[in-house]
């Protein structure tokens, strides 16, 4: 079983291949992080915990990293 930290290292790589390779796909899926944790109904503390649920619910292991 791969640790964290090593799974972080692949997120990391992977986000450098992606900007390189689709920088318009890259750059729009953070755009929509970044809008969808921005304070509106919900402060970004409750938005937080839901994606930690939903991450848990579906038992996306690099998600969970």
């Known amino acids: 079983m791969e640790t964290a930290r090593d799974l972080l290292g692949k997120?990391?790589?992977?986000?450098?291949r992606l900007e390189?390779?689709?920088p318009n796909l890259c750059?729009?899926?953070?755009?929509l992080i970044t809008d969808c944790f921005r304070p509106s109904a919900l402060d970004?503390?409750?938005?937080?915990l839901?994606?930690?649920?939903?991450?848990?619910?579906?038992?996306?292991?690099p998600c969970v990293a």
């Open 11 to 16: 997120r990391e790589a992977n986000m450098k």
């Open 20 to 22: 390189k390779e689709a």
């Open 27 to 31: 750059h729009g899926f953070i755009e």
């Open 44 to 48: 970004r503390k409750q938005k937080e």
């Open 50 to 61: 839901m994606a930690v649920a939903a991450t848990v619910a579906v038992r996306c292991i």
